[in-house]
């Protein structure tokens, strides 16, 4: 075991002069970090000075932690920080510059005088420039002023000193700046650098003696601007907010709605017990708890709304789009309250404006209120094509914004309004994303969150539109009933115990998940730095605590997405491919056969013995070579493979091959085949028939195949030279457009469907007994056409690019088996599955089957994949039976039972695959 000890008491003498307190600037030092106390900034160098508030607000705020960074040289110095190279006067003569290293933190020089005239220190402060000083040059400056340590130049023009590819100039001088760029509330010149105008140029100007932009101030001729938010806005665009919503009644929050979970209401539960999302335990209490009790109101003057509402307010006014949604979210931060100042001026904005067909938004506005229509109105909407039964899972879409009003993008509701999910600590297991979607259930999440994740949250609050997916594709907005929402009595409308009391709720649109913003007022840097950095002082921080979605109403009938659509094709399709799974070249009854024919029956089987050429019975008695036997066993059971590929090869030029056959079956099917085993490779059978039907009577699938055979139509392949199976490479970021023109990537899209398909499983695996009901399969049948939609897409991502895409795949490619790196791919690549030079070609694609990988030499293949390796099973099998056991006849029994068993097993899990794949019931499966 190892044990530290620390001893404290001897080093208490040491430090008996450190006292831990604040007040160093306030004495004129600066706080030495080392040594943790207060020291003088001549103990760096004898020329150093404090920096003072006025030169920097927030760097004297924050001396304690800046070390020597809270001293500085004095004006006209260079300062020249420990290790550099820098240009000063030399010790001994104030007309001479020489280099030096500075050594300590940092070193104070004097600069040199030239012809009786000071030089300058350069801006970083690191050599020394002299002045122009020519009356006749008109960039002369107006010399070297004492008051500033530095070269001034006259009003209107700025500093320069270095040339326009970086080097120094031989003096310092003044180039005029343009007209309005640089302001000073005098005439005396300044040391004011560049002309580098302001952001906004209109309404700003750049102040002479600081450098910093600020707003152009009023004129005899034109009206001044006022600072908001780090904008400029104009006195009369000001003026017009300010006198009808006053900003000093806006910045001033009241929060009339805060609860600390101790409330009647609050305990009896306003949805029943449990129901939703909700955070309720003893922790949530401790941490709602009020400082006084009893408190109902708390109010700040809040650094977010002295930032955000004048600029956002004035923004508005000009039509600005962003802005309105920006004093929008104001107002809902601010839970709608009737008496904020911010949610009057947004109820007046909407007075007079035209409203949007169909809804009760205004033009131009977020839409935020649903009144004046009445709440009964609004719930009992039929927009909604679909009643919902318990078993069905909604689909939600959140549109989202920043505060202040920008667009954040589309988001499929999973896990975001699940607190536990965004920042929660818990040892049960997750529920799953979709769990509280489903109707009528009910999600309880336990957790210790996070405070520093509610205080993440609410530095940069998220701001939601809540939408729910219709049948048809569309989006249907859902009202939002906020509990704790106050009207100008104090009432809150919408708690409401009973079903009676839902007729004066107040219903909106936006709503957020927490808020540590608006209750944060401003610190030493003003309410800019507290909202922009989050600094300042947190007064109050909220969250939501408890979250339901209420759909009344159940089904009688559920439409399904293929409803009419015939199912047969898919299914016959589904079956011709289930019976390929475990097809091999070689017959394995034949192949066991022959070799117990010919060794045992023929007595090939002496050849293996140690004395080959004796007659009669000394052959016989004569010991088995254990090596002639393992050779011959392995030349029988090539000789009666080969045999067996070289008779299919005379047979498929006569009667067709099975495989070829399947492709076929796929176009008369008018079903294509989209086949992955990998996540970026597979292969891809065009099915499409050249009818673009493969619903047909007798009579007519005999007219459409012989006007085929007549060239009568289009081509059965993807390509124009007919070709039928791809071997498909796709990149990590393949994109495709779907149908109604959404952009969807590829792989995460059908990665995300597979994952609700094994959702829906698992939910019909619970039941007792586990079958599925007519909404199981309906979801089901969602699912199989969003597959279908996403390889419709790829297909014809595929045709519109075939020139690029589609390609012929190289022999020395081939013959290796060397891949494109999918990783620098710029779109996929469809090889043209022609993997040999004799018919029958296009069967590369059965390596994904037992059949598995070949090498095809005048149209016989010879298997180089799981069939090879299967072979090799079984003849090691039966060599070591033959040579342990003796038995010709148990060994090719037992050889042929690891076929049998090894093709078995694949082909049940082949079965399980593709029903889980096509989506499709095992039991159709014959």
Not at 185 to 204: I, K
Not at 471 to 493: A, E, F, K
Request: charged share 15%; net charge negative.
């Amino acid at each position: 075991m190892i044990r530290l000890g620390l001893a404290l008491g001897s080093c208490l003498g040491a430090l008996s002069r450190v006292a831990p307190r604040r007040s160093c600037p306030q004495s004129g030092l600066y706080f030495d970090a080392t040594r943790l106390q207060c020291d003088s900034c001549s103990s760096i160098d004898s020329q150093a000075v404090l920096v003072s508030a006025e030169e920097n607000a927030v760097l004297a705020r924050q001396l304690e932690r800046l070390g020597s960074n809270q001293c500085r040289c004095s004006n006209g110095l260079v300062q020249c920080f420990g290790g550099d190279r820098c240009l000063a006067a030399d010790g001994n003569t104030s007309s001479v510059m020489s280099e030096f290293i500075a050594s300590g933190p940092f070193e104070c020089r004097q600069c040199p005088e030239v012809n009786g005239q000071p030089m300058a220190p350069t801006q970083d402060k690191s050599r020394c420039l002299p002045c122009l000083v020519d009356e006749n040059d008109p960039e002369t400056t107006s010399g070297y002023s004492t008051t500033w340590g530095d070269c001034v130049c006259p009003e209107g023009s700025a500093l320069l000193e270095r040339r326009s590819d970086g080097a120094y100039l031989a003096a310092k001088k003044c180039v005029r700046c343009a007209s309005g760029l640089l302001f000073s509330s005098s005439s005396e010149p300044l040391p004011s650098y560049g002309c580098t105008p302001c952001p906004d140029t209109e309404r700003m100007y750049r102040q002479a003696s600081t450098g910093k932009c600020i707003c152009r101030q009023a004129t005899t001729n034109e009206a001044g601007f006022v600072e908001a938010g780090g904008a400029c806005v104009s006195s009369a665009e000001f003026n017009e907010v300010n006198n009808r919503f006053p900003e000093s009644a806006a910045v001033y929050v009241q929060y009339r709605d805060i609860i600390d979970g101790r409330e009647a209401w609050w305990k009896a539960g306003p949805f029943g017990q449990f129901l939703g999302i909700e955070a309720r335990t003893a922790s949530t209490f401790e941490v709602l708890k009020l400082d006084a009790a009893g408190a109902q109101d708390v109010s700040v003057t809040s650094a977010a709304m002295k930032w955000l509402y004048m600029r956002c307010s004035v923004g508005c006014l000009r039509g600005n789009a962003t802005a309105c949604q920006c004093v929008s979210n104001l107002c809902v931060l601010q839970l709608y309250d009737y008496e904020a100042t911010v949610c009057a001026f947004v109820q007046d904005l909407y007075q007079g404006k035209a409203r949007v067909p169909g809804s009760t938004a205004v033009e131009g506005m977020p839409w935020l209120y649903y009144s004046p229509q009445r709440p009964v109105q609004t719930l009992q909407n039929p927009v909604l094509n679909w009643r919902l039964n318990f078993a069905d899972v909604l689909v939600f879409w959140l549109a989202s914004y920043s505060l202040e009003g920008a667009w954040l993008g589309w988001q499929r509701l999973e896990s975001q309004l699940d607190p536990c999910s965004k920042g929660g600590t818990s040892s049960k297991p997750r529920s799953l994303p979709s769990a509280w979607r489903r109707f009528g259930s009910s999600l309880r999440s336990e957790c210790n969150i996070l405070a520093s994740s509610i205080l993440e949250c609410g530095l940069r609050p998220v701001f939601y539109d809540l939408f729910v997916e219709n049948t048809d594709g569309s989006l249907v907005p859902v009202p939002v009933r906020i509990l704790n929402i106050v009207t100008q009595t104090g009432g809150r409308p919408n708690l409401n115990l009973a079903d009676t009391e839902a007729n004066d709720d107040v219903l909106v649109r936006r709503f957020m998940l927490c808020d540590g913003i608006s209750g944060r007022e401003s610190g030493p840097g003003g309410p800019g730095e507290a909202y922009l950095d989050g600094t300042g002082y947190l007064r109050v921080l909220r969250w939501a605590a408890h979250l339901a979605v209420q759909a009344p109403g159940f089904v009688e009938s559920v439409p399904v997405p293929d409803s009419g659509i015939s199912a047969w094709r898919s299914l016959f399709v589904c079956n011709e491919l289930n019976e390929r799974l475990t097809a091999t070249r070689a017959v394995p009854e034949i192949t066991w056969l022959a070799i117990l024919a010919l060794l045992d029956g023929c007595q090939w089987s002496n050849a293996a013995r140690w004395t080959t050429h004796a007659d009669g019975q000394s052959a016989m008695a004569a010991e088995f070579n254990p090596f002639l036997q393992f050779s011959l066993g392995i030349s029988v059971w090539i000789f009666v493979l080969v045999l067996q590929f070289l008779l299919q090869r005379i047979g498929c030029i006569f009667l067709g091959h099975d495989l070829n056959d399947f492709m076929d079956v796929c176009s008369i099917a008018n079903i294509s085949v989209f086949i992955l085993d990998e996540p970026f490779h597979g292969y891809y059978i065009h099915g499409k028939a050249p009818s673009s039907r493969g619903d047909w009577g007798h009579t007519e699938l005999e007219r459409v195949l012989h006007d085929e055979d007549k060239g009568i139509g289009f081509s059965r392949g993807l390509s124009p030279d007919g070709c039928q199976t791809f071997e498909m490479f796709l990149p990590p970021d393949t994109a495709v457009q779907l149908a109604n023109g959404d952009v969807a990537h590829f792989r995460q899209q059908l990665g995300q469907v597979f994952m609700d398909v094994q959702m829906t499983q698992d939910t019909i695996a619970r039941r007792d007994p586990p079958k599925p009901i007519s909404q199981d399969v309906a979801q089901m049948s969602q699912h199989r056409c969003n597959v279908q939609a996403l390889v419709d897409a790829m297909v014809n991502a595929v045709m519109r690019g075939a020139n690029e895409v589609l390609q012929m795949r190289s022999s020395f490619s081939w013959f290796w088996g060397t891949a494109p790196n999918v990783l620098t791919l710029q779109h996929p690549i469809f090889y043209k599955d022609q993997d040999g030079i004799s018919f029958p070609n296009g069967l590369g694609w059965s390596s994904s089957l037992a059949y598995g990988a070949e090498l095809r030499i005048a149209g016989i293949g010879i298997p180089l994949g799981f069939e090879w390796h299967l072979g090799l099973l079984e003849l090691m099998t039966f060599s070591l039976m033959w040579r342990f056991q003796g038995s010709i006849g148990l060994a090719c029994a037992l050889a042929y039972l690891v076929n049998r068993s090894v093709l078995y097993v694949y082909g049940a899990w082949g079965k399980a695959r593709l029903a889980h794949t096509a989506i499709i019931n095992g039991m159709f499966l014959i």
